[in-house]
């Protein structure tokens, strides 16, 4: 079964620290991960995916096969990066569009 | 730019009615999806569509149904509404053939009393 775990509920860090959010998965095969925000009176949007290898608006991520993880980071932290986050995964194949969720983590950067 | 839009932000309906929440999208999407999002639970999928007409059960169905019948436009219908059914319901939609992005709408918050 697929599943994914998001370890904290609430996170708060200060401006210019790092932050960590972390994100554990289930899943037998080579799964698809994402990174999703939602900022305060927005919609829910897509803020990284591992196939990319991207870095957006400071985050990264690493796709840790051995740990199951998929934790977001960034190196110093900024008041606009509060939001809620989701991490998800995607399983491929015919499913590949379907995507599983964690619970989110809600992370609040104080000034 | 993608615009998924649904039909209300806030709705409030009574216990034992029949709710229907409708979901757009412009961008020729094959796949829409009708989730509901709760604090502490995250986004829990309950339907989604792959094409027209087409239907399949997400992790929580029960209670919920959906309906297809253009490519734009998803629908979900709760046949008689309950207390436990008060959530935030986020439709969205993707193409297919790959790990694409989700677009979002904004939501509909609501509340069964």
């Known amino acids: 079964a697929q599943r994914v775990t998001q370890p904290e509920k609430l996170l708060s860090v200060f401006k210019g620290a790092p932050v960590e959010l972390k994100c554990n998965y289930s899943y037998s095969g080579s799964p698809e991960l994402f990174w999703y925000v939602q900022y305060s009176r927005q919609r829910l949007q897509l803020l990284l995916r591992h196939i990319s290898r991207e870095s957006i608006k400071g985050f990264t991520a690493d796709l840790n096969k051995g740990e199951t993880s998929f934790h977001l980071k960034k190196p110093f932290a900024q008041e606009e990066d509060s939001a809620m986050y989701y991490c998800?995964?995607?399983?491929?194949?015919?499913?590949?569009?379907?995507?599983?969720f964690g619970q989110g983590t809600r992370l609040t950067i104080n000034p | 730019d993608v615009k998924v839009t649904q039909s209300s932000r806030y709705l409030v309906k009574r216990t034992g009615e029949k709710v229907f929440l409708e979901c757009v999208q412009d961008?020729?999407?094959?796949?829409m999806f009708w989730y509901r999002q709760d604090p502490g639970l995250g986004l829990r999928l309950i339907y989604f569509s792959y094409d027209v007409k087409m239907k399949e059960k997400g992790d929580i169905p029960e209670g919920y149904s959906v309906s297809r019948e253009k490519k734009e436009r998803f629908s979900l219908i709760l046949e008689s509404a309950s207390t436990n059914q008060t959530s935030m319901y986020l439709c969205?939609?993707?193409?297919?053939?790959?790990?694409?992005?989700?677009?979002f709408g904004p939501g509909t918050r609501l509340t069964v009393t």
């Open positions: 998800a995964l995607s399983g491929g194949g015919r499913g590949a569009q379907k995507l599983v």
């Open positions: 961008m020729d999407h094959e796949n």
């Open positions: 969205a939609s993707t193409q297919t053939g790959g790990f694409y992005e989700q677009y």
